[in-house]
């Protein structure tokens, strides 16, 4: 099994910037690819960044030219830097991972924008 343990949220004024931490552990040598979901009150579940096991990146429209998905991985460990935040970011941040044995979720992390 997997386990994804994630922390780095909080509050930010708009402008401001965040970093979010997710770090693996267990059986994570089958690794495919790893991402970043959010979720907001009322609206669906959506990606907004990608890493493949090759290094290859995948953004959300939303995300592109203000956040920054990568890895560590020495410590197991994936990062997604958000510079420019807006109100519109605000959300619950899950981190997930996609390995041999099926995908692993971590438990979320809250993410406030406003002044």
């Known amino acids: 099994q997997v386990q994804l343990v994630e922390s780095g949220g909080g509050l930010v004024q708009p402008g401001g910037s965040l970093r979010l931490s997710c770090v693996a552990s267990g059986s994570v040598f089958s690794a495919i690819a790893m991402g970043w979901y959010r979720q907001a009150p009322g609206n669906q579940r959506e990606l907004v960044a990608a890493?493949?096991?090759?290094?290859?990146?995948n953004y959300a429209d939303s995300a592109k030219g203000r956040f920054t998905i990568s890895r560590d991985n020495a410590e197991s460990t994936l990062y997604l830097q958000m510079d420019s935040l807006k109100p519109e970011d605000t959300a619950i941040y899950y981190c997930?991972?996609?390995?041999?044995?099926?995908?692993?979720w971590g438990q979320g992390t809250q993410v406030t924008v406003s002044s």
């Open positions: 890493l493949s096991s090759g290094g290859s990146t």
């Open positions: 997930n991972g996609h390995y041999l044995t099926g995908n692993y």
